[in-house]
């Protein structure tokens, strides 16, 4: 989810002795944290991921504009794993991409450090070895303005990925205040986020969004709030303070 270009959020992750750089390319805006600065490494791999998704748009131009989901016979692994999302949750390939550039550039640097944090316009994908602490801002008009402080399993690697009716200028067609998804595939997480986000047209919405993630077990947690009410499920555990 986008939300402002100050991102005062990036200082939510704690980062302990890791060093943390700020990657960027074109739209793409990251900050990372590893063992060590790696950021020569990860500018050309994000470089390369971008050059590959341009190559791709200018010979489909569908792929970027499309609400729903899109097919082609490309065999380019990001663009596959971002058309596959899209299927999966019927939202439009592009609905996917912040969380699919984030974990590819992550396991770039995997090779390099075995920490590695990337934040990629308030997408996460992290492999950490302690429970990782994050927090969900539903926005200045939300009665939970001040965040959400949670934490995650990110041992084996993990997407955090948030959609919103209401804060940033991403696309929505629903109401929520913040709608997170949690998944090893930063695509699947990032296109899930969006589409239960577009589910929720109201606090209403919330039981029969998270009852249906549960019921389904796709994702490995939800977490959505739409005004005072908060539905949560799966592997997300509250904390008290942020």
């Known amino acids: 989810m986008h939300m402002y270009t100050e991102r005062f959020y990036r200082n939510w992750t704690q980062s302990g002795c890791l060093a943390t750089f700020r990657v960027v390319a ?5 900050q990372i944290y590893a063992e060590k600065d790696l950021r020569r490494v990860a500018l050309s791999c994000l470089v390369g991921l971008r050059e590959r998704l341009c190559s791709h748009i200018a010979l489909n131009p569908l792929f970027l504009r499309s609400l ?5 016979s490309s065999s380019d692994p990001l663009v596959r794993k971002m058309e596959d999302a899209g299927a999966k949750w019927n939202t439009g390939p592009m609905a996917a991409v912040a ?13 390099h450090s075995g920490t590695v944090i990337v934040e990629n316009g308030g997408d996460v994908w992290a492999r950490f070895p302690e429970p990782l602490d994050l927090l969900v801002y539903p926005g200045e008009a939300s ?5 959400i402080p949670f934490s995650v399993d990110a041992s084996q690697g993990v997407s955090v990925c948030t959609s919103s009716g209401k804060v940033g200028p991403s696309f929505s067609l629903g109401r929520a205040d913040s709608v997170t998804a949690i998944h090893p595939d930063g695509a699947q997480a990032d296109a899930a986020a969006t589409a239960l986000a577009n589910r ?4 209403r919405d919330l039981t029969g969004v998270v009852e249906s993630v549960a019921a389904i077990r796709e994702l490995h947690g939800i ?6 009410s ?5 592997g997300i555990r509250l904390r008290k303070e942020a």
Do not use: K, N
């Open 143 to 147: 009665p939970l303005s001040s965040g």
């Open 230 to 234: 908060i539905g949560i499920w799966g």
């Open 223 to 228: 977490l959505a709030v739409c005004g005072e």
């Open 26 to 30: 074109g739209e793409s805006d990251l």
């Open 99 to 111: 969380g699919a550039i984030a974990q590819a550039v992550g396991e770039e640097l995997l090779s």
């Open 68 to 72: 729903t989901p899109v097919r082609s």
């Open 200 to 203: 929720i047209r109201g606090a």
